[in-house]
């Protein structure tokens, strides 16, 4: 069974869900959805970082490999 629903994406983990089960929360004006409660929980512990737009996703690096990747910044 096919569904017509437009996919959304779990901005922490990345994959496709669907908006009509998914878990959601909302955050800058915008809602996000989520594959689960666990990603739904990390994101509303520290949504910043993942509310980002992912093309320019900044501070997604943690720990020491953050410096070598934008050494230049
Ligand atoms: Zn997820």
Do not use: L, Q
């Not at 569904?3 to 009509?20: E, F, I, L, N, Q």
């Amino acid at each position: 069974m096919r569904s017509a629903h437009a996919r959304a994406k779990d901005p922490v983990c990345g994959m496709s869900v669907d908006p009509t089960s998914a878990e959601v929360a909302d955050h800058g004006g915008r809602r996000h959805y989520f594959c689960s409660s666990v990603c739904a929980e990390i994101f509303r512990a520290d949504p910043d970082p993942w509310a980002e737009p992912m093309e320019h996703a900044h501070g997604e690096a943690t720990g020491a490999e953050a410096g070598t990747a934008h050494a230049g910044h």
